[in-house]
């Protein structure tokens, strides 16, 4: 079992930036952000292989979003600048021991989500 804690969320204006941090309890082959807003089905943001650092981006965050990872903390962070009100949502990590994917289904763990609102 691998637990995930995500934490950064929270209200911010249009144009403006967050930091998502994702604190994983054990090694993983790939975490990935996904976001759900309401009425909506959860959505791929990014990825990336936790060993050669390869990231995937989702098109619409393309530019704006970046993934990393600190290894020593086993712990991934998506900076998000230049935030629309589109993006607003939950954000959930996600990560899996064997394979890196942008669909729900390429993951086996989950975190509990974190609110990030985007004022206009």
């Known amino acids: 079992q691998v637990q995930l804690v995500e934490s950064g969320g929270g209200l911010v204006q249009a144009g403006g930036s967050l930091r998502l941090s994702c604190a994983a309890s054990g090694r993983t082959y790939a975490m990935g952000w996904f976001r759900q807003a309401p009425g909506k089905e959860r959505e791929f943001v990014a990825a990336?292989?936790?060993?050669?650092?390869?990231?995937y981006y989702t098109d619409s965050v393309k530019g704006r979003f970046t993934i990393s990872r600190d290894n020593a903390k086993i712990t991934v962070y998506l900076q998000m600048n230049s935030l629309k009100p589109e993006d607003s949502a939950v954000y959930y990590c996600?990560?899996?021991?064997?394979?890196?994917?942008?669909?729900?289904?390429?993951?086996?763990?989950w975190g509990r989500g974190t609110q990030v609102t985007v004022s206009s």
């Open positions: 990336i292989r936790w060993s050669a650092g390869t990231t």
């Open positions: 996600a990560a899996d021991r064997a394979r890196v994917g942008t669909t729900k289904s390429s993951y086996d763990y």
